[in-house]
């Protein structure tokens, strides 16, 4: 959530910047949200004022009833209960302007940094990184995962249909074996670069959905128990970030780095062709989470070295790549840059999304309350940024269709001691 200060001080900078992500009401609501400030404050100042005037008048009303003069002191008390009844009224007015402010600022999405390309859609977005070599052409030799899983038994599309229905895949045998080795893997990676292992709920309250901003913006995403009022989580990222929820960090201890393996729950609706064939598109997958909070200044050089460690997962799996610095339309809700990672699929001739690396600034911090103390003792709000290192089950697609020979899929080297076996 962007700051309502913020907002004013920057107001041609924050629309600017709104600008790039084709957002087609940023300009009603940012004058929304300073219309509604500009009113809170007045009856604010109001309310404050009033309160000032019934407490200098009650002390005055004591004052009199000790002097004897009590006529004088029941006119003043009936004026001070008056004027708590407008009280009332006031406080909830000033309550009702401060929810409607609240309810614009939840839907003004953050804006993004200067380097973020304006455009409206993926078409637009920046290729920051390229595949240098050529881009391997397996469509005429080889065979798409799904077809590979059909006669390996690596993956059963149609058993997660029985069992739960569409887009929920059940890994079998090695399948089973490579995907708990990928996740180790990932894990171990991510502890090595000084991150804590987190092992958090996979279910979440509203609130914990809002202070990362799933929360209005993406509520028709995911899964959602009603007689709990709980969600299942689409990314670690949620329950992960939220363990700092208003909490005052020592500046001390930053770079704050966390780590977490979790299954992950989305709807997906709407997706439909070539988007959800086999693995590429599914409702339940599983996925190493990288979180880091951070000091303001610094947050751009965690980012650059949050893009460095997913790179240097795909190089170890030896995987086709690229990297995409997305452009203001393609932006999640939350975040102010995002770098994607692709991996080439030789037998689809597509590019499949594996990762987001993400800086959010302050648009998380705000809504949790994350904050530490400047050298002035001023309460300052944190950055926060995460990635997926790495998001499957497209790392196992990429793997199966981009490892294969005419012996069968040659298992990355990086990952042989935890597969236990070299080849499928």
Not at 23 to 34: R, S, W
Not at 314 to 321: C, D, F, G, S
Not at 391 to 413: D, F, K, S, Y
């Amino acid at each position: 959530m962007l700051e309502i200060n913020n907002i004013r001080q920057h107001k041609d900078n924050v629309i600017n910047g709104l600008k790039k992500r084709d957002f087609q009401d940023f300009l009603f609501l940012v004058e929304n949200a300073i219309a509604l400030d500009d009113k809170r404050k007045e009856n604010q100042t109001t309310l404050d004022l009033t309160l000032s005037e019934v407490n200098r008048m009650s002390k005055e009303v004591a004052r009199l009833f000790k002097e004897g003069k009590t006529g004088d002191a029941n006119v003043i008390r009936n004026k001070v209960s008056d004027m708590k009844e407008d009280i009332k009224a006031r406080e909830e007015e000033l309550r009702k302007v401060k929810s409607e402010l609240e309810v614009v600022l939840l839907s003004i999405p953050n804006v993004p940094h200067e380097l973020v390309p304006k455009g409206s859609s993926q078409t637009d977005n920046e290729i920051y990184k390229d595949w240098p070599a050529a881009l391997p052409d397996y469509s005429n030799l080889y065979l798409p995962h799904w077809e590979i899983a059909n006669t390996k038994n690596i993956f059963d599309l149609k058993l997660g249909v029985k069992i739960t229905g569409a887009g929920f895949p059940v890994f079998r045998g090695k399948g089973a074996r490579l995907q708990r080795s990928l996740i180790q893997f990932f894990l171990d990676e991510a502890v090595h670069a000084g991150y804590e292992e987190i092992a958090p709920p996979l279910l979440v309250n509203p609130e914990t959905a809002r202070g990362t901003g799933q929360l209005p913006d993406k509520e028709g995403q995911m899964y959602y128990i009603q007689e709990d009022e709980l969600y299942l989580i689409p990314t670690a990222e949620v329950p992960v970030t939220n363990i700092f929820r208003d909490e005052i960090i020592d500046p001390a201890d930053f770079p704050i780095k966390l780590t977490a393996y979790t299954p992950c729950f989305r709807r997906e609706a709407g997706s439909y062709g070539a988007d959800v064939k086999g693995l590429n598109r599914v409702h339940q997958f599983d996925k190493v989470e990288i979180v880091q909070i951070q000091h303001p200044d610094k947050s751009y050089e965690t980012l650059d070295e949050m893009v460095s460690h997913v790179e240097e997962l795909l190089i170890k799996l030896e995987l086709p790549y690229r990297i995409l610095r997305l452009c203001g339309g393609d932006l999640g809700f939350a975040s102010a840059m995002t770098y994607d990672f692709e991996v080439y699929s030789a037998v689809q001739k597509r590019w499949l999304e594996v990762s987001s690396v993400s800086n959010f600034e302050t648009f998380q911090t705000n809504r949790m309350k994350i904050r530490f103390k400047d050298e002035k003792g001023k309460s300052v709000l944190a950055h926060t940024l995460n990635g997926s290192a790495l998001a499957l089950a497209r790392i196992i697609a990429a793997i199966l269709e981009n490892h294969q020979t005419t012996e069968g899929v040659v298992i990355p080297e990086v990952l042989r001691k935890y597969t236990g076996f070299s080849i499928i």
